[in-house]
């Protein structure tokens, strides 16, 4: 306590104040530093991160297409190089695994999933995934999530994102898993769905049309959960895989003789000059191995008339109208929904090919009147879940049955349309029983149409199945889980 008329005691600038720590001298004659007016300036946004969070939200309340959204908004944000590579890991991983992400948020937050704010959770994913799934430090992952939930919601939730993230951060993948997953023994299925981010119905047709649940159904799951290799088709007439490999710095495919396959990291593959040429497009190797295989298979009497009855957007239309040119033939394309048929016009551009605009299912042509016809048929896409992110978190059991009923009339149309003696491929991006040998075998009883051997139209592609359809897998083929039956009339 000072005594009365003496002043307090203050220690030399440097000398220690008692009981403290000794302050730096400051210079004679300089000021103290002036504290700021406001609030301390935010961290500058990381574009790679809200790149991928806009994606996430776009797909959650706009029902977007991942593979769709991200390319233009890189485009537009002109985020390029390592913040583009990271902006697609982050956004397209994290659609791929929402459903394991959500059951270790759920198990990490102390209010359930349903209570949770959408853009918040959404965020909570982003972050998860960066914890679980790749080597960004913990930390990094953490603050950078909670920047992001504090620029779009404001901090009265940034506290509960920290502990939801940092508890996530306690355990791995692994660890979490073993925590949550099914008993491997007891129910292999549901421990191999939860281990490789699978809706558990999905695995259960992955396992139905191997005819395993064992080894072969995990390296077929495992190899649906992986970013794939991006597949161009080479125009045939134009160039050639060899030289669309030189062009573009990739691989020429094993199977296809049109196929090259890039790097996934190598940027937006429609910014390359072939495609933007058109000597070239994205497209599975296995969807260019199922539209050749109509091709290919034997043909007695004309052969200058294609049909592709479900057309749209037009990947395989452009194929099979290239082909068709080089040997004096022609195609027609249907397509119903009038956006996707100038989809097909414009891929199909400066080629004998005629579109329609109508239902495959009663199109308006002439009964018998083709050669050969392709029906790629629509269906829930379990094959080619690797290359759309979210679509399996997006399907329903409930998809199936009308789906089967619509690909069955489109059969059946298609059987009418080809002549006698012509031939029908009938194609689906999916391996679920009920789309593929369901299918075929019921219209071939209905129509008594001759169901061939199709492993003989995939010249030296292994592991096809007993025949006589072709079923291509990723884990096996590095293609689609593509499915092809030719019938003939």
């Not at 080479?234 to 895989?241: L, N, T």
């Not at 052969?303 to 027609?332: E, F, M, R, S, V």
């Amino acid at each position: 306590m000072t005594q009365p008329g003496k002043r307090p005691y203050r220690p030399k600038s440097g000398a220690p104040a008692k009981g403290g720590p000794a302050r730096p001298a400051r210079p004679r004659g300089a000021h103290p530093p002036r504290k700021p007016d406001g609030p301390a300036r935010p961290p500058a946004e990381d574009a790679a991160r809200r790149a991928a969070l806009d994606v996430l939200r776009a797909v959650r309340a706009d029902d977007a297409y991942a593979n769709l959204v991200l390319p233009k908004l890189l485009r537009d944000r002109r985020i390029s190089g390592r913040d583009a590579g990271l902006a697609t890991e982050l956004a397209y991983g994290a659609c791929r695994a929402r459903g394991l992400l959500d059951e270790i948020i759920g198990e990490c937050s102390a209010r359930p999933l349903s209570e949770v704010e959408p853009e918040l959770l959404d965020a909570l994913r982003l972050g998860a995934y960066q914890l679980l799934r790749t080597r960004i430090p913990a930390h990094a992952a953490v603050t950078s999530t909670v920047d992001l939930v504090r620029a779009d919601l404001g901090s009265r939730v940034t506290g509960f994102a920290n502990a939801v993230l940092r508890k996530i951060s306690e355990r791995d993948e692994n660890a979490w898993l073993a925590a949550l997953a099914p008993d491997p023994v007891t129910d292999p299925v549901g421990n191999l769905a939860a281990r490789t981010a699978h809706p558990r119905w999905i695995a259960r047709a992955f396992a139905d049309a191997l005819g395993s649940t064992g080894d072969e159904l995990g390296d077929a799951l495992r190899a649906d959960d992986t970013r794939p290799l991006v597949h161009l088709v080479a125009r045939p007439g134009e160039v050639s895989a060899e030289e669309l490999a030189a062009m573009t710095g990739g691989d020429p495919g094993p199977y296809s003789p049109y196929a090259v396959h890039l790097d996934p990291g190598s940027g937006d593959p429609g910014a390359l000059e072939p495609v933007r040429e058109k000597l070239a497009a994205v497209q599975d190797e296995g969807s260019q191995l199922c539209a050749l295989a109509l091709t290919r298979a034997p043909l007695e009497g004309p052969d200058l008339a294609w049909l592709d009855l479900c057309a749209g957007p037009g990947g395989k239309a452009a194929l099979l109208g290239a082909l068709a040119a080089i040997n004096g033939g022609t195609l027609d394309a249907v397509e119903q929904a009038p956006h996707r048929a100038r989809l097909v016009e414009q891929s199909t551009g400066g080629l004998p090919v005629t579109v329609h605009v109508a239902d495959g299912r009663d199109p308006g042509l002439a009964a018998g009147g083709f050669d050969r016809v392709l029906v790629d048929a629509p269906c829930t896409g379990l094959g080619a879940l690797r290359r759309r992110p979210e679509a399996r978190w997006r399907r329903q059991p409930s998809d199936v049955g009308d789906l089967t009923k619509l690909q069955r009339e489109l059969l059946t149309s298609a059987l009418d349309l080809v002549r006698p003696g012509g031939v029908v491929a009938y194609v689906v991006c999916s391996p679920h029983l009920s789309e593929t040998e369901g299918v075929v075998s019921a219209v071939a009883r209905k129509t008594g149409a001759t169901v061939l051997d199709a492993r003989g139209a995939f010249p030296d592609v292994p592991g096809l199945g007993e025949g006589p359809y072709a079923q291509l897998w990723p884990h096996r083929h590095g293609t689609d889980a593509m499915f092809c039956a030719l019938l003939r009339r």
